[in-house]
C-alpha cells in the first residue's frame, strides 16, 4: 500500500500495469466471445415441417421415422450398457 509521500517502486508500477494489462486482456476476450456467439444464436433456421404432431403415449414406437425434403432419418431405442453405481 502507497503512504503519503512515499515514491512508488519500480515494482510496484510493474505490477500495477500488469494487472492492469491483464484485466484488459480479460475484458477483451469476453466481449470478443459474446460478439462471436451473439450471431451464431440469432441466424440459427427455424424448423418447421409439415409433419403432425402427435401426443406423448402408446402411439410413439420405435424406430421413430421422420422424412423432410427427401432425407429420411431413423432414430432407434436407446440401450443401456450398464449402470453406474
Known amino acids: 500500500m502507497q503512504r503519503k509521500n ?3 517502486s519500480a515494482v510496484e508500477k510493474y505490477m ?3 494487472l492492469n494489462y491483464l484485466f484488459t ?3 477483451l476476450l469476453t466481449a470478443t466471445m459474446h460478439l462471436l456467439a451473439a450471431p451464431a444464436q440469432s441466424t440459427a433456421p427455424q424448423t418447421t415441417t409439415d ?3 402427435t401426443p406423448a403415449g402408446d402411439e410413439l414406437t420405435w424406430p421413430r421415422e421422420f422424412q423432410d425434403n ?3 432419418v431413423d432414430i432407434y431405442q436407446p440401450e443401456i450398457e450398464r449402470v453406474k453405481q
Open 16 to 18: 500495477k500495469a500488469e
Open 25 to 27: 486482456l480479460l475484458w
Open 70 to 72: 427427401g432425407a429420411k
Open 51 to 53: 409433419q403432425e404432431v
Open 6 to 8: 512515499q515514491p512508488v
